[in-house]
């Protein structure tokens, strides 16, 4: 099984700020990685596929970056709608392992 | 509109059984894979199952053997029948499209108390 290792855990951020959550694969899952969103007691929302695609009606100030085993999902200035949780996958092996996730609250 | 509505989840005993459904709508759904993602109560996301559109099935370790994955394209209903329940298959169960990835649309998922 493919480990998913996000960090950090927790990012305190001010709004307005750029952000930066990371995601490592424990071998290569080439470019097959998602990005979703999460908000207390609401479903995931996927944000980012294939690595770097917005999903549709994801907004411009998210964007993914990587491949192979390394990713970075960056927002580039955090609204007060973007405090969540942030979770990424690998869908290139099965099972179609998560990261822990990375909470970004308000500083 | 395009979503999925799931049911079924409630109160069980251990080593009792359950049944989810999904329903879907607003979308051919005979043309999706379908999975099945759960997340205990605080804690991260959990693949569990999945259904190709060809009805091809995957199932994570921790629950094979448990639990078994079906759909009917006539009701546009996906299911996962559950058994032999644990307390550590407590979650909130969602089920998910795949699309372009693995999740681009959920339900709201429902409650499974073991």
């Known amino acids: 099984e493919i480990v998913m290792t996000q960090s950090p855990a927790t990012l305190s951020v001010s709004p307005g700020e750029r952000v930066t959550l990371s995601c490592r694969a424990s071998?290569?899952?080439?470019?097959?990685l998602a990005w979703y969103q999460q908000k207390p007691g609401q479903s995931p929302r996927l944000l980012i596929y294939g690595a770097s695609t917005r999903a549709t009606g994801i907004p411009a100030r998210f964007s993914g970056s990587g491949s192979g085993t390394e990713f970075t999902l960056t927002i580039s200035s955090l609204q007060s709608e973007d405090f969540a949780l942030y979770y990424c996958?690998?869908?290139?092996?099965?099972?179609?392992?998560f990261g822990q996730g990375t909470k970004v609250e308000i500083k | 509109e395009v979503q999925l509505v799931e049911s079924g989840g409630g109160v069980v005993q251990p080593g009792g059984s359950l049944r989810l459904s999904c329903v879907a709508s607003?979308?051919?759904?005979?043309?999706?894979?379908m999975h099945w993602v759960r997340q205990a109560p605080g804690k991260g996301l959990e693949y569990v199952s999945a259904i190709g559109y060809n009805g091809d099935t995957y199932y994570a370790d921790s629950v094979k053997g448990r639990f078994s994955i079906s759909r009917d394209n006539s009701k546009n209903t996906l299911y996962l029948q559950m058994g032999s329940l644990r307390p550590e298959d407590m979650a909130v169960y969602y089920c998910?499209?795949?699309?372009?990835?693995?999740?681009?649309?959920w339900g709201q998922g429902t409650l499974v108390t073991v």
């Open positions: 998910a499209r795949v699309g372009p990835a693995p999740g681009d649309l």
């Open positions: 071998q290569s899952v080439s470019d097959n």
């Open positions: 996958q690998q869908y290139n092996n099965w099972p179609r392992t």
């Open positions: 607003g979308f051919t759904f005979s043309s999706y894979s």
